[in-house]
Each structure stands twice: as structure tokens, then as C-alpha cells.
């Protein structure tokens, strides 16, 4: 099927991709202009996202190759829905703890709060009832969107227009670098510290850790030294 004289799949990939870089782009601004981030951080966290696009992009095409009937459907509908949406959700996560306490959340910090849920929703004063019930809903939601949206999965179409040949080297090649980029991770973190996935997983490798598993945001850093050269020039005025 073609749109325009364009096979319908490399369309619906053009728009996948322009999703994704739209949500990331959006991320990035927010993260530079309003939390005083480098624009260094600009080109490894893209490199990270892409290769997280293409791995599950590679599993999504193994998918439609090699599996039939319902349970291919239903596996390529997760592999299509769930990156995008945790991808978003994390960075919403990302962004309000940047502007309540100035620094991106590490996973051992969420695992504090996903153990204290009980007590958390007593504090906020929600019930945890209402908690579940929202996320039950915006679950099967999403399901009932995607059900329709994963009749429009690039990826089916591709899988029927590539060789064999063209699978194994695509699939393959994509695997390679979403394994090789997520195994340096640990690496990224002291190479851009900025970098907010590698500091979500690694941070405890940072030099910019504090003793709450939290990266600093460089806003902080600037407010910090400016406190601590303020009280020192006060303190040598003082002693004179």
C-alpha cells in the first residue's frame, strides 16, 4: 500500500521516529533552558534513546517474521506501546524531581519510594485505591488505543518487504548496539554526567552524588558555590 507514492510502512516509520525525537527534543529543552543543563548532553542522550528505539525496533521486526497469529499481535502491540509511554512517564519523572529538589532521581532512590507507596499515599493524603484505579485505567486505555494504533505497525509491512538476508543484518545490528550502548552506561555517566539515563541507573558512580543517590543539577552546583564564596568572604572579613 503506498501514501502519497510512498510505501505505507516507511511513512508510518517517518512518523514513529518523529515521535520519539519530539518527546526527547521536548525533554532536552526543558532540561537545558529551565534546569542549567549543558548543551554537551544534547548528542549522548540521543544516542542512548535511539538505541533503545532500535532495539526493541529489532525485536518488533523478529515478531512479525518469525511468530503467528494472536500472540504476535499481542507482543508487537506491547514492544510498540509500552517503550514509548515508560520513555515519557520516566521523563515526567525526571523533570519534577529537577523542580522539587533540583536533581534527576537515581533507580535506588525510586525503589525507596515504590517500597514506601503505602506511606506515601498517606502523606499526599490519596487513598492507594484511587492510585491503582487511575493506573488501571490509563492501562486499559492505552490498550484499547493500541489495539487500534498496532493495526498501523510499520514494522509488519517491513517484515514482509525485507529479505531474509535484510532481517538478520537489521535485527541483528540494532540488538548490537542497543546491548553495546546500554552496557556503557556505567561508563556514560562519569564521560557526561549530565547524561540522565546513565545517572537514573548509575548514579551511585557519579562524582556529583550526594548521600540521597540524586544528581545534582548544575543550577544547584551554581547556587551552592555561590552560598559557600559568600560565607567564606564574610568569614575573612570577620577574622580581619
Not at 27 to 34: A, N, P, Q, T
Not at 88 to 117: D, E, N
Not at 172 to 182: E, T
Amino acid at each position: 500500500m503506498r501514501l502519497l507514492g510512498v510505501e505505507l510502512w516507511a511513512v508510518l516509520l517517518f512518523l514513529e521516529v518523529l515521535l520519539w525525537s519530539s518527546v526527547a527534543s521536548l525533554f532536552l529543552f526543558l532540561y537545558i533552558v529551565f534546569f542549567g543543563a549543558s548543551v554537551s548532553v544534547v548528542l549522548p542522550h540521543a544516542l542512548v534513546i535511539f538505541s533503545l528505539w532500535l532495539g526493541f525496533v529489532s525485536i518488533r521486526l523478529s515478531i512479525w517474521r518469525l511468530a503467528r497469529g494472536t500472540p504476535r499481535k499481542f507482543l508487537a502491540l506491547i514492544l510498540l506501546l509500552v517503550p514509548f509511554f515508560v520513555l515519557a512517564l520516566w521523563y515526567v519523572v525526571v523533570l519534577i524531581g529537577l523542580s522539587s529538589w533540583g536533581r534527576v532521581a537515581t533507580w535506588p532512590l525510586m525503589k525507596v519510594y515504590f517500597a514506601q507507596v503505602l506511606m506515601l499515599s498517606d502523606v499526599v493524603g490519596v487513598s492507594l485505591l484511587v492510585i491503582m484505579g487511575f493506573f488501571i485505567s490509563l492501562i486499559v486505555f492505552l490498550f484499547v488505543v493500541g489495539v487500534y494504533i498496532a493495526r498501523f505497525d510499520w514494522c509488519a509491512g517491513a517484515s514482509v518487504k525485507i529479505s531474509i538476508l535484510g532481517w538478520v543484518l537489521i535485527s541483528g545490528f540494532g540488538f548490537i548496539v542497543f546491548l553495546m550502548q546500554f552496557l556503557r552506561l556505567y561508563q556514560l555517566v562519569d564521560l557526561h554526567p549530565q547524561e540522565p539515563v546513565s545517572i537514573f541507573f548509575f548514579g551511585n558512580s557519579s562524582s556529583l552524588q550526594q548521600s540521597h543517590s540524586a544528581a545534582v543539577s548544575p543550577m544547584v552546583d551554581a547556587e551552592e558555590n555561590l552560598e559557600s564564596s559568600s560565607y567564606q568572604a564574610t568569614s575573612l572579613l570577620l577574622n580581619s
